[in-house]
């Protein structure tokens, strides 16, 4: 997913990353879930995956530093 370079800070001043997007799981249990049995190539936790995770609402595997147009801040509804 490409980089959107003209929204990247949200309203409140903070950057428009997945990391802080409502769309954004990197849960050990929601990783699994979207991608069943990753966990048996290593360690949930290992430092490979890092802050990775998914984006539900694009069904991607992504950094926890990308971002897109569909950014929805976490925590609101």
Known sequence: ????????KAPDGRSRVCARCRYFRNDVASLEQ???GI?????????TRGDDGICVRHDRY????????????????
């Open 1 to 8: 997913m490409a980089r959107d370079k003209t929204t990247t």
């Open 34 to 36: 979207a991608m069943p």
């Open 39 to 47: 966990y048996s190539l290593s360690s949930p936790r290992g430092s």
């Open 62 to 77: 992504l950094s926890a530093h990308a971002t897109c147009q569909a950014f929805a801040p976490a925590g609101e509804a």
